[in-house]
């Protein structure tokens, strides 16, 4: 049996938001900053997605499907390109249609609901299934937490929601001894296999393959498959995780990213030990050799490999926390405008614009980074937050009234969100206000439920580590 | 009179109260002479003549450099440590030193000197030039004055020497000192020094208030009959209030100012905490930049009010104004502020407001609730009451109207007529 290689790639932008000021609060309730986030999506559609995306289609068609890889591309960032730049959705399905690319499953927002709320991250992972399936025709089967995050907990859930594989990081301090070249299992889902990344070998093309400093520069096909072949000696299955941007915005065109990426296929295949596979491929291949137990969660971000890069310091808990003590008003109003904007501000990216950790990963965090210092990021999202809070509890008091008056159903919700189903279902139509009264803590109460114990204890987890 | 800021181009309040000062003056028949480093020719000339420091070359004493060398060389600063010597080589260094200052006054002071007016980081060498220049400034017009008024430690220097110089008596007015720039321990010695050394020189002392006055006496040992308290006021002519669309139905609270120790920001963040735990529907606005902006953010973060608790950055112009206009009650909780003037800003805007016992303000202020800035409960207690109880805040809010709009600069200003002529002999 021939050892496996896996080449997944993460897509993703977030909605970045505008100067939002004290005295925008209550008036204004637009919040992103769309020339910031057309320009920035613009420029990496035509240095990355366009360029990569021709050449892995090519490098498919040339080896005839022998090569293959794997996306998850958010749900935020395909509402950009469906706004911006429609070709590259189009670049993307024609990906699609070779049958050699895996489209994985995420939450639609890029968001920590896994860390926050159950039934929030099941909305959201359902949301982001209909949309992939909706624009690549495929149904995915293989999870991929926002940025890797995994625990033993989230594995459950993941499992729970029908997912038989997921990807995450091969953290030092969960492995051990361990090689990360495996397939494992989780611990309280025992068939749910993990795929772990190789760090050092994702990091060489991913961080290190421009730096002229770095002692292996300049890197080439051979001499990174004489890499893959030394770390897999023994070993099953060498994962290889990445950014997308890497190819042409991280690494930009000049640095040879994309002749790299062009000779690598065939570099591996000529030599014969590896083959391409694509995660729901590897777990069909490889079985597991061991549990792996996670209980804190990882990720795949800064050295800690930890989830501190988005829940680290106090701004960071408190914005998370003032966004997540929502989910039970929202699930009392069905109206799109405020679940679109509660999903983008959910986005993992806002957090980690507030982190604090600038000296170990600064510089990563700086690149990303559209404010110039995290406290400038926590007020201008919590002067947001504070509108939508508004807007919120200003839909809550309109829905009460609605259901005081004689009800007009109003379409359902296409992404049918169980918690706000369950109010309408338990007021009759000719529902007065105490049927109405009835139904409202019912319904806040299944939420409350909803939300177990695990989404707090990783709250106060990461408090901990924050101190 | 010597400044270091005029309206419009303002960093603090020294300027604004200069502004309402010379007008109040010249209504009381006192001509004044504005001497500041830096004028930009837009200011308000109609009740004060401006001279810009910028543009006066010291040239017309080039004669007589030795003389007034001997007479205000003493301004230099940063000079330079001089480790162990005997009394001869002492004596030719200072003689060295002595014939190098008047190469470099030939060099340096024989020209125009652009003074930036600012507070930047050569301020004490833009002071020492500034003492220099207004020096000869007040000589050039010898005759035409009679008392010679310096504001705050950044122009005492031009004050003594023009004193030196001229022979004129010198006024003093303390706005603020050391002690209400940072806590005891950590203040200035440099600028303490030059504080202490205006005030010994000068022939009467102004305090803001009694406040101030106390703090000249006891902490810079000046002697009490030397120093006389005249309360600021303020001027609001060409005021319009602003009629401002609010976002927010809830109540907001301000707090607006310098976000530094001695503004007693963190008092106001813990009275906040507790005010929302009785009463949900309030927002506190923090508004102002300052060394303790970031340590505020992460201490609201940490209470857990920041959806209730904004921060807005420095607010110019007016920004203010509308923030007023937004404020249904304001907090000034300083440690140690030698007057205040934004709770009288405020009150005019009829905001009712909450104000420390330690400052200035609160001597001549009846209608402000005053609390002890480290009381947070009682703090917490007054903003409560003034947003829930609407007789208080309707009492305070038309009183405290009426109260700062009698707070007139020409009632001030006769008092500092006064101080002149008692020691005009």
């Known amino acids: 049996m021939k050892k496996s290689l896996c080449l997944y790639f993460q897509v993703h932008q977030p909605n970045r938001l505008r100067l939002y000021r004290f005295f925008d609060i209550g008036k204004d309730s637009h919040y992103y900053d769309d020339f910031a986030n057309r320009t920035i999506l613009r420029r990496v559609a035509q240095k990355c997605y366009l360029p990569m995306n021709e050449l892995l289609l090519e490098l498919i068609k040339k080896y005839d499907g022998k090569f293959k890889v794997a996306f998850s591309i958010s749900g935020s960032v395909l509402e950009q390109f469906e706004r911006y730049a429609p070709e590259v959705t189009d670049s ?218 988005w829940l680290g310091n106090e701004l960071q808990n408190e914005a998370f926390n003032k966004l997540y003590s929502l989910s039970e008003k929202l699930a009392l109003v069905n109206n799109e405008d405020l679940w679109a904007d509660y999903g983008h501000l959910q ?61 007009k159903e109003t379409a359902a919700r296409k992404t049918g969100r169980p918690a706000a189903k369950t109010v309408k279902k338990s007021a009759p139509k000719s529902a007065g206000k105490v049927a109405e009264k009835a139904a409202k803590p019912a319904a806040a109460k299944t939420v409350k439920k909803a939300v177990p114990k695990t989404s707090s204890k990783a709250a106060v987890k990461t408090t901990k580590k924050a101190k | 009179m010597f400044g270091w800021e005029f309206p419009p181009h303002i960093a603090g309040g020294l300027g604004t109260a200069c502004y309402g000062m010379t007008k109040g003056l010249a209504a009381n028949g006192v001509e004044v002479l504005f001497v500041m480093p830096s004028a930009s020719g837009d200011e308000d000339q109609s009740a004060v003549r401006i001279i810009n420091a910028s543009d006066v070359p010291v040239d017309t004493v080039s004669t007589t450099v030795d003389e007034f060398l001997g007479k205000v060389q003493f301004v230099h600063i940063g000079s330079n440590m001089v480790p162990y010597v005997d009394p001869q080589d002492f004596t030719t260094m200072v003689e060295e030193e002595r014939r190098r200052q008047v190469k470099d006054f030939r060099i340096q002071y024989g020209q125009k000197y652009k003074f930036s007016g600012k507070y930047g980081s050569n301020l004490m060498e833009e002071v020492a030039r500034y003492a220099m220049v207004g020096a000869t400034i007040a000589l050039q017009h010898r005759d035409e004055i009679d008392v010679i008024h310096a504001h705050d430690w950044l122009t005492y220097l031009a004050g003594i020497g023009a004193k030196q110089l001229t022979g004129k008596p010198l006024v003093v007015h303390v706005h603020a000192t050391s002690f209400d720039r940072a806590s005891d321990d950590r203040i200035d010695t440099r600028v303490y020094d030059l504080e202490k050394k205006g005030m010994e020189a000068a022939d009467r002392v102004i305090a803001v208030s009694d406040l101030t006055r106390n703090i000249v006496i006891n902490k810079y040992g000046i002697s009490p009959d030397k120093v006389v308290t005249v309360h600021n006021a303020v001027d609001f002519s060409g005021r319009e209030n602003l009629n401002v669309e609010r976002g927010v139905r809830d109540k907001v609270v301000t707090f607006l100012g310098r976000v530094t120790y001695q503004k007693g920001p963190e008092y106001f963040i813990e009275a906040a905490a507790k005010v929302l735990k009785r009463c949900p529907h309030v927002r506190f606005v923090m508004a102002g930049n300052g060394d303790m902006l970031n340590r505020c953010i992460r201490h609201v973060a940490r209470l857990g009010i920041s959806d209730r608790f904004h921060f807005t950055g420095f607010l110019r112009g007016q920004e203010v104004q509308k923030m007023f206009a937004l404020s249904d009650v304001y907090v000034m909780p300083s440690i140690s502020e030698p007057f205040g003037i934004s709770p009288l800003e405020a009150m005019q805007t009829y905001v009712p407001s909450v104000i420390s016992k330690q400052s200035g303000c609160a001597e001549v202020l009846k209608y402000a609730l005053k609390v002890d800035f480290w009381d947070v409960d009682a703090m917490s207690d007054a903003i409560y009451g003034l947003l829930n109880y609407p007789a208080i805040a309707a009492l305070a809010s038309r009183c405290g109207h009426d109260e700062v709009n009698a707070l007139k600069w020409t009632n001030a200003a006769s008092k500092i007529r006064k101080v002149y002529e008692s020691v005009i002999k």
């Open chain 1, 92 to 309: 993307f399905r024609r990906l699609a249609k070779t049958g050699n690319v895996e489209f994985l499953s995420e939450t639609y927002y890029h968001s920590l609901a896994s860390l926050a709320s159950p039934a929030e991250f099941k909305h959201q992972v359902l949301k982001h299934k209909a949309a992939i399936e909706h624009y690549f025709g495929v149904v995915p089967t293989t999870f991929r937490n926002t940025e890797l995050i995994y625990s033993d907990a989230i594995g459950e859930m993941v499992y729970d929601l029908g997912f038989r594989t997921m990807l995450t990081e091969g953290a030092k301090h969960v492995l051990g001894w361990k090689s990360p070249n495996y397939v494992y299992s989780g611990a309280l889902a025992p068939k749910l296999n993990l795929l772990l990344k190789n760090s050092s070998l994702s990091d060489d093309i991913a961080f290190r393959f421009s730096d002229r400093n770095w002692s292996d520069w300049p890197l080439t096909g051979d001499k990174y498959l004489g890499w893959v072949k030394k770390a897999a000696e023994n070993d099953e299955i060498v994962n290889l995780f990445m950014d997308y941007e890497t190819f042409g915005e991280h690494q930009s065109a000049q640095s040879g990213i994309f002749d790299f990426m062009r000779y690598l296929p065939e570099v591996v295949l000529k030599d014969g030990e590896f083959e391409f596979v694509t995660p729901s491929e590897a777990t069909r291949k490889h079985k597991p050799v061991a549990v792996l137990d996670v209980p804190d969660a990882i990720s795949w971000a800064d050295e800690e490999r930890d989830v501190t890069a």
């Open chain 1, 347 to 407: 986005e993992s990216d806002h957090f980690y614009y507030m982190c604090t950790k600038f000296f170990s990963d600064g510089a990563v965090h700086k690149y990303f980074n559209p404010y110039d210092t995290p406290y400038e990021a926590f007020i201008n999202y919590m002067n947001v937050l504070s509108d939508f809070i508004l807007r919120v509890d200003d839909a809550n008091s309109v829905s009460d009234a609605n259901f005081a008056a004689p009800k």
